[in-house]
């Protein structure tokens, strides 16, 4: 069964660094692309980072401005975001999500609640 | 950056309905475009794929058609568990834009 675990929300002030990580199990993880997506509360979904199943070919959204790193350890089945400059509109519930095909997300993880306030 | 619009943003049905959500995107993505439903608290699922192909598992009610810029989702028999809120999503090219959802409520 495919199961993709994040970790490393919480609550941070602004300005902050926060790094998440994601845990994969039950699939090939060095063959599949891996995308975080996030959702701010009662908002709806906003594509964040993409990272080539090599790790050799990275994409950011523009919002981001070079605040975020996307990367992973294919031989820990692990995804990881360090996200520094934190800023109130941050705050969102973020998944990774695993694909077959680059900018598809077949799998998700049940997400984990940043939270950027004073 | 390619902008996807859906129609409507929110639609009220009943069980064994047929229901259409329409998405738009702002330039043409071929048949890249992905279908997601989400229900409250829950991640979103992955139902169609590549414009008209159901995801594994997925029920046959649910179909997806369309091509360039111009997409529908169709539920031919509203059930009680399809009550929840849909997205498009193009991955012609990145960023891998969302639409703003469709929340399917029971009328």
């Known amino acids: 069964e495919v199961q993709l675990v994040e970790s490393g929300g919480g609550l941070v002030q602004p300005g902050g660094s926060l790094r998440l990580s994601c845990a994969a199990s039950?699939?090939?993880?060095?063959?599949?692309?891996m995308n975080w997506v996030r959702q701010a509360p009662g908002k709806g979904l906003e594509w964040v980072s993409y990272?080539?199943?090599?790790?050799?070919?990275?994409y950011y959204a523009d919002s981001l401005k070079g605040r975020f790193t996307i990367s992973r350890d294919n031989a820990k089945k692990s995804l990881y975001m360090q996200m520094n400059s934190l800023r109130a509109e941050d705050t969102a519930v973020y998944y990774c999500?695993?694909?077959?095909?680059?900018?598809?997300?077949?799998?998700w993880g049940q997400g984990t609640l940043v939270t950027v306030s004073s | 950056d390619i902008q996807m619009t859906q129609s409507p943003s929110t639609l009220s049905a009943s069980v064994g309905d047929r229901v259409t959500i329409t998405c738009r995107a702002s330039?043409?993505?071929?048949?890249?475009l992905a279908w997601y439903q989400q229900k409250p608290g829950k991640a979103p699922k992955l139902l169609i794929y590549?414009?008209?192909s159901l995801d594994s598992g997925v029920p046959s009610r649910f179909s997806g058609s369309g091509s360039g810029t111009e997409f529908t989702l169709t539920i031919s028999r509203l059930q009680p568990d399809d009550f929840a809120t849909y997205y498009c999503q193009q991955y012609n090219s990145p960023s891998y834009t969302f639409g703003q959802g469709t929340k399917v409520e029971i009328k």
């Open positions: 330039q043409s993505i071929s048949s890249w």
């Open positions: 990272i080539s199943s090599s790790g050799t070919t990275i």
């Open positions: 999500a695993s694909g077959w095909v680059r900018g598809r997300f077949d799998y």
């Open positions: 590549k414009a008209s």
């Open positions: 039950g699939f090939t993880f060095s063959s599949y692309e």
